[in-house]
């Protein structure tokens, strides 16, 4: 498996989901960056630049809506993956292009995503029932 030069940032308060995360993208990317809260999250996003976000909705301080706001607010578009239990409910407020996955997932599909960002990903859009 080869680590491609890329950038993701993960915006998750649970610490082993988190650490599963950042060990499963690290075979694919040269760069990942933690945040355990949507504030946090906020600024990483303002002081680097990432391929990819992933976000969960309910976070502490600030929640996982505001992060994907402030994505849109950046010069640049990274792909954004929202990773909860609640995203069905505020799907309609997600950019176009985010993909979603329902937790409980199978973690191989957030590498899938991962290992392949450029690729679209229909059936995980904000339109797919």
């Not at 080869?2 to 060990?23: G, K, M, P």
């Not at 600024?43 to 990819?52: I, P």
């Not at 059936?123 to 797919?128: D, H, R």
């Amino acid at each position: 498996m080869t680590r491609r030069r890329c950038a993701v940032l993960i915006v998750e308060d649970d610490d082993e989901l988190q650490e599963l995360l950042r060990t499963l993208i690290a075979r694919h990317c040269t760069s990942v960056d933690l945040a355990a809260d949507g504030e946090r999250g906020i600024e990483m996003l303002r002081e680097g630049t990432y391929d990819a976000v992933i976000v969960d909705l309910m976070l502490p301080k600030k929640n996982g809506l505001l992060v994907i706001d402030a994505i849109a607010s950046l010069s640049y578009a990274p792909k954004v993956i929202v990773l909860s239990a609640i995203s069905r409910y505020f799907r309609e407020q997600f950019p176009e292009g985010t993909m979603v996955l329902q937790k409980p997932f199978e973690i191989e599909k957030v590498a899938n995503l991962i290992a392949n960002l450029h690729e679209p990903h229909p059936e995980l859009s904000p339109s797919a029932t």
